[in-house]
């Protein structure tokens, strides 16, 4: 039961290059999410998709962009990685849009670094 | 705006010790309250929830209640183990059309044999 996927676990980057963040869930969920750890600050939403076919804002979503690929599949893209883009990235899935819960299922991160 | 608070850390205890994890919150409406946890090299995981006030989550010897009056969630635990070291996050979560997710800075845990 492999729950949530992230590829790649590490990767750098020069400053300017482009890279996408693969997540897949096998769970079924309708919702995901895509969040930055930074030391001090907690996680962060960059972007989300309640459902197949929506994506939104959350926080801090400049410099990226995201697709929704199907209900297993989100991606997260850096156009121009900046160093400002060093962090940690983790997708996570909720079971339900329309629930009261809300409780999240985390990948394992992508460790990214922009030189 | 919606926000949580947490204690700062590190926190350091040795084996078998009480220990408590302050978390306050700030929110409109009433959200869903999580503790997770963040073993070293791996993602967040829910060590435990409660969803409405007075509720009391608990799993793995920790337990944290819902206090609506004084809007906090607290984690506690009776007897802390080394396996217990790792980082915490409290968050609350509400649905406005897809989940909204809020969490703390995190607090690092290390418990000493």
């Known amino acids: 039961n492999a729950g949530v996927t992230q590829t790649p676990k590490f990767q750098v980057l020069k400053t300017g290059q482009s890279m996408t963040l693969q997540c897949a869930q096998d769970m079924n969920h309708n919702s995901m999410y895509w969040y930055r750890q930074d030391p001090g600050m907690g996680l962060r939403l960059i972007y989300y998709s309640a459902s197949e076919g929506t994506t939104d804002k959350g926080e801090v979503p400049n410099g990226y962009n995201v697709s929704r690929l199907n209900k297993r599949e989100f991606s997260l893209r850096l156009e121009s990685a900046a160093p400002s883009q060093t962090s940690v990235y983790f997708c996570a899935s909720s079971i339900l849009a329309g629930g009261r819960t809300g409780e999240l299922f985390f990948g394992e991160g992508s460790r990214l670094t922009v030189l | ?113």
């Open chain 2, 1 to 113: 705006g919606d926000s949580v608070t947490q204690m700062e850390g590190p926190v350091t205890l040795s084996e078998e010790a009480f220990l408590t994890i302050n978390c306050t919150y700030t929110a409109t409406g009433y959200p869903s309250l999580f503790w997770y946890v963040q073993y070293p090299g791996e993602g967040l995981q829910l060590l435990l929830k409660a969803t409405k006030a007075d509720d009391k989550g608990s799993n793995k010897g920790f337990e944290a209640t819902y206090r609506k009056e004084t809007t906090s969630f607290h984690l506690e635990k009776g007897s802390v183990q080394v396996s217990d070291s790792a980082v915490y996050f409290c968050a609350l979560s509400f649905n406005t059309g897809g989940f909204k997710t809020i969490f703390g800075a995190g607090t690092r845990l290390f418990v000493k044999a």
